[in-house]
């Protein structure tokens, strides 16, 4: 059985694209990346703090709230807020490394990361994010299979969300019906599940990847500090990257030059020749 953990961001309406991230691992190796993580963060904290009283949640690692004691109810600051910021971004250096350099228990059944970042142009863009997403994984777990590998299934879960209802909705009408991506989801056993990102390493390294594809695109690639060391770690086969797409006006018009722009027009190319 495959997880794929997702998280997102982007959803409020100023910004510039929708960003879904996420990392998929075989059941074996869930466990191990999560000990990964947290044998790191621990390693990193100073003597007398516990890593199961932090979060990695890059954003607020990066940028802790200091709290507003004023407010009512009073809101606390982050845990985060009292190191200080060369401490947190090498912490978060270390949660890079941790998922960006794992080495699965298995290669047979290799661990891939997910993504989908959709132009703000778009009115369905999270409905599109998803469907990229989900179409993406359900190939990855159908091309493992027919490489000789044994057939698995998957199962996705996802970062708490107002998503949840629509997104379930989504899921279950293509597992049943070809919508616009061709194919129906043949190999995600059930509609998506839902957890609290404080209660699983695994979504918080889903965060991680999603926060790197968001100081990318978001930012209008001026910051390329989180995902240099995630590119190769993103589903592909055959040289091709398969498992993140940039869906914008820009491509259409071949002028995109991003990784997974460039990956999507090569087959084309390929084929032509």
Request: charged content about 25%; glycine content about 8%; hydrophobic content about 35%.
């Amino acid at each position: 059985m495959y997880l794929l953990y997702l998280d997102e961001s982007g959803a409020h309406g100023g910004s510039p694209a929708y960003v879904l991230g996420g990392i998929a691992v075989h059941e074996q190796d869930v466990y191990h990346v999560q000990q990964r993580l947290e044998t790191m963060l621990q390693a990193k904290l100073p003597d007398g703090f516990a890593a199961a009283d932090f979060e990695l949640h890059a954003q607020e690692i990066k940028s802790p709230k200091q709290g507003d004691p004023a407010a009512r109810p009073p809101k606390p600051p982050s845990p985060w807020f009292q190191f200080d910021y060369r401490f947190r971004i090498d912490l978060l250096r270390g949660a890079y490394s941790a998922i960006g350099g794992y080495s699965c228990v298995n290669t047979q059944y290799p661990c891939a990361f997910f993504g989908a970042v959709v132009d703000r142009h778009y009115s369905d863009r999270k409905r599109r994010a998803y469907e990229e997403v989900l179409h993406r994984f359900d190939e990855m777990l159908g091309r493992l299979s027919r490489d000789g590998g044994p057939h698995e299934r998957g199962i996705v879960i996802h970062d708490e969300s107002t998503v949840e209802k629509n997104l379930q909705a989504w899921t279950q009408r293509w597992r049943e019906v070809t919508d616009r991506i061709p194919g129906t989801l043949g190999h995600i056993v059930d509609v998506p599940f839902f957890a609290d990102s404080k209660s699983s390493r695994m979504i918080q390294a889903a965060d991680l990847v999603t926060f790197s594809l968001w100081r990318f695109y978001g930012l209008d690639r001026s910051d390329t500090t989180w995902i240099d060391g995630l590119w190769d770690r993103f589903d592909a086969s055959d040289g091709h990257m398969h498992g993140l797409v940039h869906v914008n006006p820009r491509f259409r018009a071949g002028k995109c030059g991003c990784r997974p722009c460039q990956a999507r027009i090569a087959p084309a190319i390929s084929a032509a020749d």
